[in-house]
């Protein structure tokens, strides 16, 4: 089967910046299908057994990123998709690290807000893993005390973008 371009790119304005707003965790297990705009891959609605299990991480400004990597093997002639979303979480708590030891056996779906308005979904096949947590004093008054988490996921697909707040289009 032949695969085919579609399209070009046109230099596009400067008024896109770097970084993420907050993240947004639901269980996997919790989450029953997304809806798609027709003929694109857009999610329209998230259907869920409960609203009430979404879990919001407001995060500080520059301490969250989310990449997505195109994996390619010529050998085996495969794509998959590596997504990545690093956050720090400020202060060492009793209550952080409780939940974080539950975040670290969940399989997530992780959310994410990036600092143009977009919404992210990471995790929607298998799950996103928290891959790594470190928890850290610092050393001088000036170094961060708090978390620095790594959530992965690889899939045959990219991460979906969402057309609203997963929060605004959760249905159970």
Known sequence: MACELST???LDCKDGIGGIKQIVLVDKANVTSFSFQVGTEIVTAINALNQNDIYTYELPTQTGSFEETINFNRDNGT???TQTVNV???KLSYAKRLELQNVATAR???FVEDTNGNWWAVGYEYGADLSTATAATGTVLGDMNGYTLAFTHESEKRAYKLNASPTSIITE
């Open 8 to 10: 070009g790119f046109t």
């Open 88 to 90: 720090m979480l400020h």
């Open 79 to 81: 794509v998959f998709y």
């Open 108 to 110: 997530v779906i992780v």
